[in-house]
């Protein structure tokens, strides 16, 4: 079976940019999280989706956004980005009470 | 709040040999879900194992074992018969056991792990 999958695999933008990942979750998965890794820390909790609702929605600014779609995908959106955005970007899908993670995307914001 | 404290950043271990990664957690809940990820240079986080809180028997995978003691709210990983594949970041993180609500994971800062040849 496929894993969780991110695209892109890396983004460079420009400060002020908005830029949109997107997720699939691994088949027969309904819930997706997405964090953010700065480089040499343990990844941050951005949302939590289940099922299209927000179940949880971690300590990040309104400029974060996301949404889940009937299929389970997801997609984070980062509005009016800042260099301190710079981070991998990692989604994970779920399964009893257990979460897979996806390989990332690597964003640059220059 | 719950926090994950790894007190070591970078740990070393001559191949085929133990090592023990430490982790504590501080939390008031009494049911929830320790986990420990790899992540590899390739920047992949892979699921190690998995211990659940009101299980008082120690997780084991291959490998990999932990030694979970709630009352001290510690978490560490062994691995045994360390090999060249096992160098990675180490993470080890807590979620609260939620059947509807957040499935937040909160991360310790990780521990480096080198593979001596």
């Known amino acids: 079976d496929a894993g969780v999958t991110q695209s892109p695999t890396h983004l460079i933008k420009t400060r002020g940019q908005q830029v949109t990942l997107r997720c699939s979750p691994i088949?027969?998965?309904?819930?997706v999280s997405w964090y953010q890794q700065v480089l040499g820390q343990g990844p941050q909790f951005i949302f939590q989706y289940y099922e299209k609702e927000e179940r949880g929605r971690g300590n990040f600014p309104d400029r974060f956004s996301a949404r889940q779609f009937p299929n389970y995908s997801s997609e984070l959106n980062v509005n009016a980005l800042l260099l301190g955005d710079s981070a991998l970007y990692l989604c994970?899908?779920?399964?009893?009470?257990?979460?897979?993670f996806g390989p990332g995307t690597r964003l640059l914001v220059l | 709040a719950q926090t994950v404290t790894q007190s070591q950043p970078e740990m070393s271990v001559q191949e085929a040999e133990t090592v023990t990664l430490s982790c504590t957690y501080d939390t008031s809940e009494s049911d929830y879900y320790l986990f420990w990820y790899k992540q590899p240079p390739s920047r992949q986080m892979i699921l190690v194992i998995r211990q659940e809180a009101y299980k008082q028997q120690n997780a084991t995978e291959n490998r990999f074992s932990v030694n979970f003691q709630k009352a001290a709210k510690s978490f560490s990983l062994k691995i045994s018969d360390s090999q060249l594949g096992d160098a990675a970041m180490y993470f080890c993180a807590y979620r609260l056991n939620s059947n509807f609500g957040n499935e937040k994971l909160t991360f310790g800062t990780g521990t480096r792990l080198t593979i001596i040849p």
């Open positions: 994970a899908s779920s399964y009893i009470r257990t979460q897979y």
């Open positions: 088949s027969g998965h309904k819930s």
